[in-house]
């Protein structure tokens, strides 16, 4: 079974402080995503990475970057924390070559609060 | 572009009753669509997907969807609810089959009474 993780289910931080979400998938997939949760607004895509070192913002990039150094790991950075980056965000991979299209696999999420 | 509307953001059901969640879409191509579902606290699992080939989609734990192009519908079903489906839906739409991006309706929370 493919498995995405996250480093973090639940995450308290400060206003203005810099914080970092870790996600690692283990089936050698070549597209990762963050996203984010809120209520009523379903998920939304704040970056994907299509490969190692290459990103492409999706609708809402503004306040995040991102980083990929190896196929598995996607981190999702918030530079300086601001309260209404209090969310669920989900991570997710997907495979060029599966043959499920474009299928995509979710992590457990990480709800992180800022103070 | 691709859109989705959940036509309903709270859907409750009694025990052993029909489940029908349903879902609109628009989309200049052809479409792929899926249906996740979220239980509390974790993260979206994949019920089914629609990819061009049957109109019919038959997906796990007993749902199914079916495609209308005319109506651009992709509702969601199931016969008999159990206690374990209460959780929340997303009706999702990728604009081909060779699209990365997926955009999500808002989610319908359904809720089943014992």
């Known amino acids: 079974d493919v498995k995405v993780t996250q480093s973090s289910r639940y995450l308290v931080k400060r206003t203005g402080e810099k914080v970092f979400l870790e996600c690692v998938q283990d089936m050698d997939h070549e597209n990762m995503f963050w996203y984010r949760q809120d209520p009523g607004l379903g998920l939304r895509l704040i970056y994907f990475s299509y490969d190692v070192k290459m990103k492409e913002k999706g609708d809402i990039p503004e306040g995040y970057s991102v980083s990929r150094e190896k196929k598995e790991r996607f981190s999702l950075i918030l530079e300086s924390a601001s309260t209404n980056q209090t969310s669920m965000y989900l991570c997710?991979?997907?495979?060029?070559?599966?043959?499920?299209?474009?299928?995509?696999?979710f992590g457990p999420g990480t709800r992180l609060t800022v103070l | 572009a691709q859109s989705v509307t959940q036509l309903d953001s709270h859907v409750s059901v009694s025990e052993g009753t029909p489940v029908l969640l349903r879902c609109n879409y628009s989309s200049s191509y052809s479409p792929s669509l899926f249906w996740y579902v979220q239980h509390p606290n974790k993260g979206l699992q994949l019920l089914l997907k629609?990819?061009?080939?049957?109109?019919l989609v038959k997906g796990i734990n007993g749902f199914e969807a079916e495609f209308k192009k005319s109506e651009t519908s992709f509702h969601l079903t199931k016969p008999s609810a159990h206690m374990s489906d209460a959780a929340e839906y997303f009706c999702v739409v990728s604009e081909t089959t060779n699209d990365y991006k997926l955009s999500f309706g808002a989610g319908t929370t359904v809720t089943v009474r014992a």
């Open positions: 629609y990819t061009s080939a049957a109109t």
């Open positions: 997710a991979s997907s495979s060029l070559t599966s043959g499920a299209y474009n299928e995509q696999f």
